[in-house]
């Protein structure tokens, strides 16, 4: 039983395949943590909970001082009962106070693992798959319940949590903050992983030991945002990427959002996430329930690469949905940098036929192809087509695209409005805005107000009527601006901070709707490029355009941060043109073709412009991730050498059977005379040989992860190499 509840000694043991989470219920009724690491047999984890008197550390039992919140391993801390670290939980009830208790009041253990209401989460499609276990506390004086859910899938080591507040007594309650998860760790002993940013340069790794007080990452933007990823990752010292302990924290949530350690002053640290407390609060009617998003948990004794695995297959598997989620995903070219808003019906349809050509499968058509939009500063809120530039309108573009032999994409941005626009002259009160104060823009748009039911239908409809109108295959959802002024026409003055919240859940419901509605087209979802890269945004969309920095060396970073949480298929890489766009650097086509091969292939420049060599050079790359797109799509994903540690990036893909494996090695500045370089290789079969494909030379497993396959010596800046490993027998 992967959920077991010992009477004894009042224990709950999560176990899931190699790892065990243990809780109990404590003294006063506590709900305590007691354990979360490699799997254990079961055993009396009780003692290891502190007991003794500490100064400063009130005690709730006057003659037992042996007892105090304040050292206590809460599961679900709370705010003002003696507890000085940081809450999980901060009410503040009709008649002021603000100190409930938590006191256990029961369990249920069940197959399988209930829905969220209203936000994304994982899911399984047999309730044999996990285990539930949920548990009621419940504050004696206001009825105030917080029940703490907690699921373990069968055959992965995850553990997810989530929890919903529901108010149970007879006035509304004001909820300040309700994080998913608080961990009490009983030491200090690690680094802090966290993966942070900017536009152009999102998901760098940043790592530094844990130190006393409160380390933390968070977005106050809106959106999970370029800047900070909802994740982060406790890991022992010394911990790499093949060897050590990991603790990994993944929120399943796409707006704003806190995740943080604090040690304390006997050095365990409490680790939290959730959403961002700042700027919200939620009034709790009475018999209202309020459900916290989902976390997902991964402890990895095996490195990095251990925990990313984990959340790959689980992110993959179980947490994006629809008919694209087990498919190969299209290779595309997008009209974005070939030609910015200078297109038209013909320039498109010369993009299709040189695309084909190379054989790639889908065009995208990307901003610009609606209302009077020439550039970035009018028209979001008209989707209605630009006849001046495509004459005969979407159906018949989309037509003839399918018949040159290409799939066929569109662009929106459907969550903004343009100021100038027929949509904001028509309703200006749509948009989030703060009475009596100007609108702040933000590449000249407003965000529209979400959080209102119309605002809501009124995307749907409108998304979904250009949808239906036209044979439309992939959609990619951009979102280019942060929120501010984050108020909201609709809802009372005491319940403006309700508006961020608001905002996703009305969100999550548009996308559920349209991709209900339209189950085959393909969502690829996009921030300013990866802006909203999150488990939320995944639910929907199975892939996220992870960059708007299309240059194969800062892509290194850029993928191989991504790939911390992300797995290969949810992230899409273009080859772009010299100089590049963004960063002005010349790379070798060969270079841009293979960092881009790592993820799913596309294209993002003028076919037409490229040499006669360029082109065939394009075709081999289409050729050869033809080849191996299953492989490199949903196989499994190997980080070998860091591009934030040293002047290299190496990453590997093999198969399920390890039969088949691609390594990329790519060197970016190329030393003179520099010492030979063996690339230590990881999850192959030692028993087994492999051809290096395109040469003789075989060599056992064994030995490709002892000594390393001889990488070659580089003639010039930005090379690449790929590798194909066939197994010899
Ligand atoms: C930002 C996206 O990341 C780009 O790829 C492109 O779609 C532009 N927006 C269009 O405005």
């Not at 984890?45 to 500490?54: K, Q, T």
């Not at 508006?499 to 087209?521: I, S």
């Not at 010492?675 to 040469?695: N, S």
């Not at 930005?718 to 194909?724: A, G």
Request: proline share 6%; net charge neutral; glycine share 8%.
């Amino acid at each position: 039983m992967p959920i077991i509840y010992d009477r004894k000694t009042r224990t709950f043991f999560l176990h899931s395949p190699r790892t065990t989470y243990a809780l109990e219920v404590g003294p006063l009724e506590s709900l305590l943590h007691l354990y979360w690491g490699p799997r254990l047999r079961g055993g009396d984890l009780r003692s290891f909970v502190y007991r003794g008197d500490r100064a400063f550390s009130p005690s709730p039992l006057p003659k037992d001082r042996s007892l105090s919140y304040d050292t206590l391993p809460w599961e679900y801390p709370v705010y003002g009962r003696s507890d000085f670290r940081p809450p999980a939980l901060q009410v503040v009830f009709a008649d002021g106070d603000r100190t409930p208790d938590l006191i256990y009041k029961g369990h249920r253990i069940t197959a399988g693992k209930p829905k969220l209401k209203g936000l994304p989460a994982t899911y399984v499609e047999r309730p044999t798959e996990a285990t539930t276990l949920e548990i009621d506390l419940v504050d004696p004086k206001s009825e105030l319940k917080a029940t703490l859910s907690f699921s373990v899938y069968t055959d992965r080591d995850v553990i997810t949590r989530s929890v919903t507040i529901h108010n149970g007594g007879k006035s509304a309650v004001t909820l300040n903050r309700v994080l998913s998860a608080s961990i009490d760790l009983p030491d200090a002993d690690f680094d802090f992983l966290q993966l942070s940013g900017a536009w152009a340069r999102e998901r760098g790794i940043v790592r530094q030991p844990l130190r006393e007080g409160t380390q933390s990452v968070e977005s106050r933007r809106g959106s999970s945002s370029h800047q900070q990823n909802p994740f982060i990752a406790l890991l022992r010292p010394g911990t790499d990427e093949a060897h050590g302990e990991v603790y990994g924290f993944s929120l399943v949530y796409s707006g704003n959002f806190l995740a943080q350690a604090e040690v304390d002053q006997f050095q365990t640290t409490r680790v939290q996430i959730g959403i961002n407390p700042f700027d919200f609060s939620w009034r709790l009617e009475p018999g209202d329930t309020f459900q916290a998003p989902e976390t997902v948990l991964v402890f990895s004794a095996d490195g990095l690469n251990g925990m990313s695995q984990v959340y790959h297959e689980l992110y993959r598997e179980r947490l994006a949905r629809g008919g694209w989620r087990d498919r190969e995903r299209p290779i595309l070219i997008n009209n974005w940098e070939a030609t910015y808003f200078n297109f038209n019906a013909a320039k498109l349809e010369t993009l299709a036929r040189q695309a084909k050509k190379a054989g790639i499968e889908l065009l995208v058509l990307d901003d610009g192809w609606f209302g009077r939009r020439d550039d970035d500063t009018t028209s979001l809120g008209d989707w209605t087509v630009d006849l001046k530039k495509l004459p005969r309108g979407l159906d018949d573009l989309a037509r003839r695209i399918h018949k040159i032999g290409l799939k066929f994409g569109l662009w929106f941005e459907p969550e903004m409005v343009s100021p100038d626009s027929d949509l904001y002259r028509a309703h200006p009160d749509w948009c989030l805005h703060a009475p009596g104060r100007s609108r702040t823009t933000s590449r000249s748009q407003l965000v529209l107000d979400l959080s209102r039911p119309e605002v809501c239908d009124w995307v749907v409809k409108t998304v979904g009527g250009v949808l239906a109108s036209a044979p439309i295959d992939y959609v990619k959802w951009d979102m280019n601006r942060h929120l501010t002024e984050i108020g909201s026409a609709a809802l009372p003055p005491d319940r403006q901070t309700e508006t961020a919240h608001r905002y996703m859940l009305g969100l999550y419901d548009v996308l559920e709707r349209l991709t209900k509605r339209f189950p085959r087209v393909l969502f690829e979802s996009c921030s300013g490029g990866g802006g909203r890269f999150d488990p939320g945004m995944l639910h929907y969309m199975p892939q996220n355009w992870a960059s708007d920095n299309s240059d194969a060396i800062s892509r290194l970073q850029i993928q191989y941060g991504t790939s911390l949480v992300y797995p290969v298929s949810a992230i899409t890489a273009h080859v772009s043109a010299v100089p590049n766009h963004q960063v002005g650097r010349l790379t070798p086509l060969k270079t841009r073709g293979d960092v881009a091969t790592a993820g799913n292939l596309g294209y993002e420049l003028d076919l037409g412009s490229l040499s006669a060599s360029e082109q065939k050079e394009v075709r081999n790359q289409v050729a050869f991730y033809l080849h191996h797109r299953k492989l490199i799509q949903f196989g499994r994903f190997y980080r070998l050498l860091s591009p934030f540690e040293g002047n290299r990036a190496a990453w590997m893909i093999v198969s399920r059977d390890q039969k088949q494996a691609l390594v990329w090695n790519i060197d970016v500045l190329n030393p003179a005379n520099p010492p030979r370089h063996f690339l230590r290789l990881q999850g192959l079969d030692p028993r087994r040989d492999y051809q290096i494909v395109g040469t003789p030379n075989i060599f056992g497993g064994d030995l490709l992860h002892g000594a390393g396959l001889p990488v070659p010596q580089q003639t010039q800046d930005f090379q690449s190499t790929v590798w194909e490993l066939k197994a010899a027998r």
